[in-house]
Each structure stands twice: as C-alpha cells, then as structure tokens.
C-alpha cells in the first residue's frame, strides 16, 4: 500500500509518511521522528498535539489521556489518530523518544504457554521476522476478535530465534487477557508491532540498578535483569530486584532470576507482601514493597538506576518517592505508564 498520507509537524519542521493504517504516533516513530509518547494505548496523555491543518480520524474519542480541557481547546492524542490526507501538527518532539530500534508489524505464531503463578502466565511467540528489541521494551499484540491492540512489556531479551515473550495477568473483565488465557491456542497467528517504550535498560550508566516490580510488571523487569546480565553488566554492580506482591501465593520471580547467575552476589531478589496473614505464614518483608526500598537499599537513593513496572497506584507511589521524598535526578528513573 502506497503512503496514505503526509504529516508534517510545525513544532520540528519533520515531514513524515503515514501507511497502512498507522497512527500519526507510530508512523512518526516507524519513520525515526521523536514525538513525545509514553503508553500508546490512549491512557497516559504523552503524546497530546494540536490540529493545525487537514483532517483526522479519532480511533477512540473517550480516551482517558485526554481531560475535557484539552478536548476542549482541540488537543488529540497521536496513538489515537489517523491522518485523512496530508495534514500539520503540533506536538513535542525530542532526541529522547526516537527510537533506538524502529518498530515494525509483522505476523507471530503462540508457541508456548508457560504458567508462572495461579493468575500469571506468560505467552511465547515467535514472529515471522527479526526479534529485535531493548530489554525493558514492550509491543503491540492485535489480538482474534478485539478491536485495537494491546500493549504488553517483554520478559525476554533480542535474540535470532525470533521469540518474543509476554508475562500476563489474567484481568477480571479484561478482553486481551481473556482472549489469550482462554482463546488464544498454540499455533494461532496474531499481528505483533514493536518494540516500543522507553524504560529500557540504560548500559552506559555504571550505577547499581533497581527495579521494583508488581504484578505482571515482572515481565519487563526481569527483560532487563536479563538484559543486565547478558551484557556484562553485573560483573561490576549489584542488582537490587523488589517484587511486590498481596499474598505469598502471588509471590514470583525468584525462580528466573536464579538462573542468571550470581544469584545472592550481585542479584539481590527482595519479595514484599502485602497481605500476608491471608494465605497461610509468610516469614518475609511485608506492606508495600516502595515502602521498603529505603529499610533495605543500603545507599542514598540517588546512587542508583531505578526501573519498576506495575499497578498505577504502586508506579505512582514509587514516582513521588523518588523525585519528591528523594530528589533522585528525573534521567535516572525509568518507567512507562500503563493504565
């Protein structure tokens, strides 16, 4: 299919084509322009430009990225737009948001289904082209019978057999998770576009990491534990990996982590529950697991890297204890809101 459209943005001076159903958001990123985005899924309101000519579609009006100020003085969310014909923009552009490696749709297989905790399980595909992608990144999954695509973090590092692995919880009255705990079979195809996000691992900083996972926030999180190890990067530093999670049946990770290697030396696994008279003893940390980080890392805060993924509630928390509680330079915490 030929280019469907021409977006320029007035902001950068960048023109950039749209194609086969993109949105202006991925078609920026597919064609290496840095516009500012965070979720891709219309909930975080990253990537919020203005409409200064041409005409757009709006693939979700009610998307909770957008307030109804901004509705209101004509902003619109670029992961949630298609361009008819050539139109202009306005929106934030940075060096930080091109992408290292450039997204692309292609079709992937289920391989496996792995069974990580009672609610937890984790999808393997292999796609029909490259697996390229940052430890910490996430894709794009169009899944049989749902309008749109769900966004879902790696758990796996780049490699050439083409793998690319999901950790997902299943959601009560969740659509994308119901469709791959319940519907999806090994063997079926789904469309898989990515990698996307921008909470990839930082090598070039020497710092000792942490990350801090709740949820199926494990998957990126041991992505870039992975990551870390693969690349060296624990020769020299110390991995502190904080699990939150409600009871100790919900307790995971630990298992992945071993096998990496200098587990108990440089990897450090830190489980907190949060219920844990619930189900049964629990001889470990409990409460909220951001509440532990200052009782067990043994430095100031700002001499890490910090990496989490997880529940609104728990990111956010974490979010006002670093930058507000800690004063931790904004360039050494790394997260992409989900919603």
Not at 213 to 241: C, K
Request: proline share 5%; net charge negative; glycine share 10%.
């Amino acid at each position: 299919m030929g280019d469907l459209a021409t977006i320029r943005n007035e902001r950068d001076g960048c023109a950039f084509p749209q194609e086969n159903g993109d949105t202006i958001l991925r078609a920026a990123l597919r064609a290496g322009i840095g516009i500012s985005y965070e979720c891709n899924s219309g909930g975080c309101g990253g990537c919020k430009f203005e409409l200064l000519e041409g005409d757009i579609e709006t693939l979700w009006p009610q998307a909770p990225g957008l307030s109804e100020r901004d509705r209101k003085r004509g902003r619109h969310l670029a992961c949630q737009c298609r361009a008819i014909g050539d139109v202009t923009i306005a929106a934030p552009s940075a060096l930080e948001y091109v992408p290292r490696v450039p997204p692309k749709r292609q079709k992937a297989w289920l391989h496996e289904v792995r069974t990580i905790t009672h609610d937890i399980r984790e999808f393997r595909f292999v796609s029909s082209e490259e697996a390229d992608f940052l430890p910490g990144q996430y894709a794009m999954l169009e899944l049989p019978g749902l309008e749109g695509s769900r966004a879902y973090s790696l758990s796996n590092t780049a490699n050439a057999n083409r793998e690319w692995h999901f950790q997902v919880r299943r959601v009560q009255h969740g659509k994308g998770s119901h469709i791959l705990f319940d519907r999806l079979a090994v063997g079926d195809e789904i469309a898989l576009d990515g990698p996307y996000g921008l909470a990839y691992l930082r090598t070039e900083s020497e710092r000792d990491l942490v990350c801090v996972a709740g949820g199926s926030g494990l998957a990126p999180m041991v992505s870039i534990a992975r990551g870390a190890a693969e690349g060296g990067l624990l020769d020299n530093r110390t991995l502190h990996f904080f699990y939150g999670a409600r009871t100790r049946h919900d307790v995971c990770g630990e298992e992945m982590l071993r096998e990496l290697g200098k587990f108990g030396d440089s990897i450090r696994y830190i489980p907190v529950v949060s219920l844990p008279c619930d189900e049964g003893q629990w001889n470990g940390l409990t409460g909220y697991v951001h509440d532990q980080l200052a009782q067990v890392l043994p430095r100031e805060f700002c001499s890490y890297e910090f990496y989490f993924a997880g529940p609104p509630p728990m990111t956010q928390a974490i979010q006002e204890l670093l930058m507000v509680g800690h004063k931790v330079p904004f360039g050494q915490i790394h997260f992409d809101r989900f919603f």
